[in-house]
């Protein structure tokens, strides 16, 4: 079975493994996934994120994150932009999520960043996901 949207499926891996408190989850790796679960580390929705070597294209481990009292550090992932349709964004168009308590990765010239990263870089492009 082929995966037509890999992005969908390393969130929903994500989703899954968070909802029933796994520590960690293996997906297939590409640099697109590399740069998402690094966003999520900076922002501290992940504990962390490590390549594992295999013989076809490579594995990412990430890590997942709770609270002191193994509440959910990470309520919500949701893919934005599809392979059906595509959804960009201008650098004024990126706006806080909640407030400022979720975020917005977003793929930019610059590489895949936040959507605080955007604001202060002044970039805009495709928005992948909306976490919170």
């Known amino acids: 079975m082929s995966v037509t ?11 899954n493994a968070n909802r029933i408190h796994r520590d960690s989850v293996v997906v297939p790796a590409s640099k697109v996934k590399t740069g998402i679960a690094d966003v ?59 407030r400022g308590i979720g975020l917005r990765i977003v793929s930019t010239p610059a590489g895949i960043l936040s959507d605080r990263e955007c604001r202060e870089k002044r970039v805009g492009g495709e928005v992948l996901c909306e976490v919170w």
């Open 5 to 15: 949207d890999p992005i969908a499926d390393m969130l929903t891996c994500i989703r």
């Open 40 to 98: 999520l580390k900076r922002e501290g929705f992940i504990e962390d994120v490590r390549p594992v070597e295999d013989s076809t294209q490579g594995k990412l481990k990430i890590y997942l994150k709770y609270g002191e009292d193994g509440e959910l550090v990470l309520h919500r992932i949701d893919r934005v932009s599809k392979p059906g349709r595509r959804i960009y964004a201008g650098v004024e168009d990126i706006k806080p999520v909640m």
